[in-house]
C-alpha cells in the first residue's frame, strides 16, 4: 500500500510512504549449512515465509517510499492440494508461504540471477 500523509512535514519534496511486509527465506534443509539459503531446486524461485510478531500479526513497517528498490510477485505455496477456500482476493492474506517469482519479467530475473547468485 502506497499512501501520502495529509499534514505538513516540512519536507522539501512530497514524502510518500508505503506499508511492506517481511518475508523471511525458508532454508534449503538438503543443502550445505552455507549454502540453505538457496532457490528451491524443482523450481528455481527462493520459497519464502511470512514473518509474524509474537501476538501473531504479520510483521510490517511504514517506509518512506525511496527505500523500495523494486516490486516481486510472489506466488502462493499450494502445497499437494490447495485450499478451497482460497480465491484471487483471500490467496495472498490466506497464505503463509510464497515462492519469491523471479521470471515474472525479465529484468527481475536478470537482477535476482546476478546479484543474489554469489
Known amino acids: 500500500m502506497i499512501f501520502h500523509p495529509i ?27 552455507g549454502q540453505r539459503s538457496a532457490p528451491d531446486p524443482i523450481r528455481g524461485m527462493y520459497a519464502l515465509r511470512r514473518a509474524y510478531r509474537s501476538d501473531g500479526l504479520p510483521m510490517g ?17 499450494f502445497g499437494v492440494k490447495a485450499s478451497p477456500t482460497l480465491t484471487a482476493r483471500t490467496s495472498f492474506d490466506a497464505s503463509r508461504d510464497f515462492f519469491l517469482n523471479h521470471y515474472f519479467d525479465k529484468e527481475d530475473f536478470f537482477y535476482m540471477r546476478d546479484s543474489l547468485a554469489t
Open 7 to 33: 499534514w505538513d512535514l516540512r519536507t522539501p519534496l512530497p514524502l510518500y510512504l508505503a506499508y511492506v511486509q517481511r518475508f523471511d527465506i525458508i532454508p534449503q534443509t538438503h543443502l550445505p549449512r
Open 61 to 77: 513497517a511504514v517506509i518512506p517510499l525511496y527505500h523500495l528498490h523494486q516490486p516481486i510477485h510472489l506466488i502462493p505455496k
